[in-house]
C-alpha cells in the first residue's frame, strides 16, 4: 500500500457507507477523483503534458503523462505535441525542458522547489576552477543551474556519468561539479584524474551504511539497489549502483523478487506499481526530498489556471551554450 496515497485517500475519502438507522447511504463527492480531473480537462483545453519526476509524490505520478528521470522526460517532450509542459519536479529539471523545448511554456507549479545541491556552485565557482585548471575539461551533472551547464564543456546524469567522462581525452583532467559521490562514483569506474566539487544531495546523505544493514537484516535475500548519490560506504554495501532510470528497468529483468532501495523514496511507487509481483523496500524513510513533494495536485492545478510560474531562460547566449553541453552530452549517449 502506498503511503502517500493512503494519506490522500484518507484525507478526501469519500463517505460510501450508510448511515445507521438511515435508509440509504450519503454519498459526498470524492475530491481527488474530481481534483484530477479537472487537471486534465484543463491540460487537454491548454494543449497541456504533464511530466512527473520519479520521485515525485504518488498522486502526482499517478496523474502523470509520463514518469522518469529528468532527462528521460526532457527528451520524451521533444517528439509530442504540446505547447505546454508541466514539469512536475525542481527547478533544475525544468529548466533543462525550457532549454530543450524553447518555443514551449514550461511550467513548474511550486517556484520554491529547488535543488540544494545545484545550488551548492554558480557560475563564478566554476569559472575559478577553469582557471586553476587550464585546459581541464568541464563536466556538470544535470542537478545545476543552466548558468553551470552554460560554463560546462558536457552535462551528465547518473545514468550516463561514466560514458561521458569515458568519452573525454584521457590526457586532460576532469572537473567534475556539483556531486562529489557521483564524481567519486565516476572516478572508481573510469580511473580519470577528476578534480571533484564538494557538493551533495542533502536527502541521499540521510542514508547510511547502518541503514542498509538494518534492512539486509530484515529482509534476508533482498538485493540492495543504490543511487551513486550516496555516500562511499553506502554505494559499497550496494549490489547494485544505479539512476532511477535503471532502477526500473533493472527490478523489471532481475530474477530477484525483494529489493531495498537506496535513493528517495518517491521511487518506491513507480517499482511497485511496475512490478506487482515483487517487493520494495526503503533503505530508511527518511529519503524524503522536501523540494520533490512540495509538487502537489492543488499547486498542479493552480498552475494550470494561471499558466504560471514560467521557467525560461530568456538569455540566448547562455541558452545556446547550456544547450551545447546537453546536446554535447546526446551526442555521446543517444
Ligand atoms: O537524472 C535525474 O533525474 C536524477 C536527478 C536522478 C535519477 O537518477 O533519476
Known amino acids: 500500500m502506498h ?17 445507521a438507522g438511515r435508509e440509504g447511504a450519503v454519498q459526498y463527492p470524492n475530491m481527488q477523483t474530481s481534483l484530477a480531473d479537472q487537471i486534465h480537462t484543463l491540460a487537454r483545453a491548454r494543449h497541456a503534458i504533464i511530466l512527473a519526476h520519479n520521485y515525485q509524490l504518488d498522486e502526482v505520478q499517478a496523474l502523470a503523462d509520463y514518469t522518469g528521470d529528468s532527462l528521460e522526460l526532457s527528451r520524451k517532450v521533444r517528439d509530442v505535441e504540446a505547447a505546454v509542459i508541466v514539469f512536475c519536479g525542481v527547478r533544475f529539471m525544468a529548466e533543462t525542458a525550457a532549454l530543450l523545448n524553447p518555443e514551449r511554456t514550461v511550467l513548474l507549479p511550486d517556484a520554491h522547489a529547488g535543488c540544494p545541491m545545484a545550488d551548492m556552485i554558480d557560475a563564478a565557482q566554476v569559472r575559478v576552477l577553469k582557471a586553476q585548471h587550464p585546459g581541464a575539461q568541464v563536466v556538470c551533472y544535470v542537478n545545476s543551474t543552466a ?18 567522462v569515458q568519452s573525454l581525452d584521457p590526457a586532460v583532467p576532469v572537473i567534475f561539479v556539483p556531486d562529489q559521490h557521483l564524481g567519486h562514483f565516476v572516478q572508481e569506474r573510469t580511473r580519470r584524474e577528476m578534480i ?16 542498509i544493514a538494518a534492512a539486509r537484516a530484515t529482509h534476508p535475500g533482498a538485493e540492495v539497489l543504490a543511487h ?52 520494495f523496500f526503503p533503505s530508511t524513510e527518511c529519503a524524503r526530498s522536501p523540494n520533490m513533494k512540495k509538487i502537489t495536485l492543488e499547486k498542479i492545478l493552480w498552475s494550470l489556471q494561471r499558466l504560471e510560474p514560467v521557467v525560461a531562460i530568456t538569455n540566448a547566449q547562455l541558452r545556446e551554450r547550456a544547450v551545447r553541453s546537453i546536446e554535447r552530452m546526446l551526442d555521446v549517449v543517444a
Open 196 to 211: 571533484i566539487w564538494p557538493g551533495f544531495c542533502p536527502t541521499h546523505a540521510h542514508i547510511q551504511a547502518a541503514d
Open 147 to 164: 548558468e553551470v551547464k552554460a560554463e560546462s564543456d558536457i552535462c551528465c546524469t547518473s545514468a550516463n556519468a561514466v560514458e561521458v
Open 3 to 19: 503511503r502517500a496515497v493512503g494519506r490522500i485517500a484518507l484525507r478526501y475519502r469519500p463517505f460510501s457507507g450508510a448511515v
Open 228 to 279: 551513486p548519490e550516496c555516500n562511499a560506504a553506502v554505494r559499497a554495501t550496494a549490489d547494485q549502483l544505479l539512476s532511477t532510470g535503471q532502477m526500473c528497468r533493472y527490478a523489471q529483468r532481475a530474477a530477484t523478487r525483494m529489493f531495498i532501495i537506496a535513493t528517495e523514496i518517491g521511487i518506491l511507487y513507480r517499482l511497485r506499481t511496475e512490478n506487482p509481483g515483487k517487493q
